[in-house]
């Protein structure tokens, strides 16, 4: 597993998509950041963490693309099936690669928060709340990307998958918020990743919550090995 | 140390892998012959635990491949048809790769340099693997098979796309190999199969159809005793001192060579050898015999007999 972690690391850093994708989380967490300055306000997590929701969901998916296709693709699936390491060792090393880079492109916020704390006196359960939250939502995505890239040979097609997942689930509060059936309303409110996560972001930290992104990246991570070992049986 | 029992794979209705059963004892070259679509590569994939079987059991040095996957894929180094190469990495890199990930407990910077040296890429360690020949790529590729030095070495078509030095090389080293490793190999050229392997499988539309050793296959398919002369002289007269030869049941004229120099075959009884008798006729006859060779079958000629005298199954061979 450890082989594995190792090898996608260096392959994100010698090609380009773990710089573009920092470069842009850099971007737009700078310029959310530089707009609370603006405005004088001191929630930084409300003004910096909470819309970075949407980015995740747009370029996360960018991390995992190539996760899974990419060995399917250049038959190096072989080298790693026939290794004497099983599926799930497999599954969760490109899972873990891509959580480096995530935590990569979240260490932007420490010296965000440190020029806060030159200032002021930051709410620190707040903050700490919502980059628990955020790493959790993080996961999940990369979790459900790397279960997509596992389903087709192509990165474009996986890259295109993971972003419209991505928009569906952006959309899902406002898509059925004119849904009057109580009982819909409730599976969607459940299951809302943008619910969840503000209830991070305002400071609350649920074990409900925590464990609901949990079970998704569990779910999609075990689903990603009955991808795999399913093309064995077929 | 390798044993196949009874292995049955199918594609939805396609019969891919039909009852084949064998095993591979250590230190022998064995060799998986089959024309295109026989279900050579599809029988490897399933003994390296790439694909499983429909039904069957595949058993490599006591560890079962679907019960202990993890005891028995250690024990195998593979090189499937294309080398699993990350093309993005240099060679040196790629080998520490497969070697952390095959878990291999030996030294490894001496191992490392060890494999490269017996597969000849040392001067291109550095070099990136999507720069490199094919047949850097099939060598990078043994050597990652060779990596913790495995007892079971599987390598599915070792030499397809070298050039004819390379091809040599790969065959000299295949064959070093199989003093250390139970080596099996993968091959649609006869003749290759031929100058490397101890014992021979011929694999037809995903069915064993022969399993011997090399010279016994191509002597228990070859022809009775058969003699194929030149002689210059007429025919006709060449005929009849044939056939009073003692021990020659039956001559058969065949190609016009040259000017009156013809081809015949001589079929004789098993276990005569009438070459010295037909000499000696043949010179009384003053009919200069230019050329005289037994006539056994090539492995090309056994194969392709073998091969037709099965009946067409319905199903047919895919290839994954």
């Known amino acids: ?81 026939t290794a004497p390491v099983s599926i799930w060792q497999i599954v969760l090393g490109k899972f873990l690669a891509a959580e480096v880079i995530l935590l990569c492109c979240m260490a932007v916020f420490i010296p965000m928060v440190i020029v806060i704390a030159a200032f002021t006196a930051p709410t620190w359960g707040i903050i700490f709340c919502t980059l628990i939250g955020m790493f959790l939502l993080g996961s999940a995505i990369i979790a459900i990307g790397v279960f997509i890239s596992s389903l087709t040979e192509s990165q474009v097609v996986a890259a295109v998958v993971g972003i419209a997942v991505g928009m569906f689930i952006y959309m899902l509060d406002n898509i059925t918020s004119g849904v009057q059936v109580e009982f819909i309303k409730n599976i969607v409110s459940s299951i809302s990743f943008m619910t969840r996560y503000s209830n991070f972001t305002s400071g609350m930290l649920n074990i409900a919550d925590v464990v609901f992104f949990l079970s998704v990246i569990g779910l999609f991570l075990f689903f990603t090995t009955r991808v795999i070992d399913r093309k064995r049986w077929s | 140390m390798v044993e196949v029992k009874n292995l049955v794979k199918k594609y939805g209705d396609m019969l891919a892998v039909d009852d084949v059963s064998f095993t591979a004892e ?78 291999v407990t030996l030294p490894k910077k001496e191992h490392i340099d060890e494999v490269c040296a017996v597969t000849k890429i040392k001067d291109v360690q550095n070099r990136i693997i999507k720069h490199l020949s094919k047949g850097y790529k099939q060598r990078v590729g043994l050597a990652q098979a060779l990596l913790g030095n495995p007892p079971v070495i599987i390598l599915d ?50 069915r064993l159809v022969a399993d011997s050793s090399t010279s016994e296959l191509s002597q228990t398919l070859s022809k009775s005793n058969c003699i194929v002369l030149r002689v210059v002289g007429a025919p006709t007269g060449v005929l009849s001192a044939l056939r009073a030869v003692e021990g ?73």
């Open chain 1, 1 to 81: 597993m450890c082989a594995v972690i190792k090898r996608e690391i260096g392959a994100y850093f010698s090609s380009a998509i773990a710089y573009v994708v920092m470069a842009v989380f850099f971007l737009f967490s700078g310029l959310y950041f530089r707009e609370m300055l603006m405005f004088d306000s001191s929630s930084f997590a409300y003004l910096v963490l909470s819309p970075m929701f949407m980015i995740m969901l747009f370029i996360l998916p960018i991390l995992t693309m190539r996760l899974l296709s990419e060995e399917i693709r250049q038959k190096t699936d072989q080298a790693l099936i």
């Open chain 2, 248 to 320: 020659v049941y039956r001559v058969e004229k065949g190609l016009r060579v040259s000017d009156n120099c013809y081809e015949y075959e001589v079929y004789s009884e098993k276990d005569k050898d009438p070459s010295r008798a037909i000499f000696y006729a043949m010179a009384k006859n003053n009919t200069p015999i230019v050329l005289m060779r037994g006539n056994e079958l090539s492995l090309e000629e056994a194969f392709l007999k073998v091969t037709k005298s099965e009946p067409a199954p319905k199903e047919k061979g895919g290839k994954r």
């Open chain 2, 26 to 103: 250590t230190g022998e070259i064995l060799g998986f012959l089959g024309p295109n679509g026989a279900g050579k590569s599809t029988t490897m994939n399933i003994i390296t635990g790439y694909i499983s079987s429909s039904s069957g059991t595949v058993t490599v040095d006591g560890c079962e491949i679907l019960d202990d996957p993890v005891g028995a894929k250690s024990k195998i180094g593979y090189l499937p048809e294309i080398p699993p190469l990350y093309i993005d990495m240099t060679v040196r890199k790629y080998l520490e790769f497969m070697f952390n990930l095959k878990k």
């Open chain 2, 157 to 206: 078509e070792p030499t397809v796309g070298l050039d004819p030095k390379q091809i040599i090389e790969m065959r000299s080293l295949i064959k070093g190999l199989g003093k250390k490793h139970t080596v099996i190999l993968s091959s649609h050229v006869l003749s290759e199969v031929q100058a490397i392997c101890d014992r021979i499988i011929i694999i037809n539309r995903g």
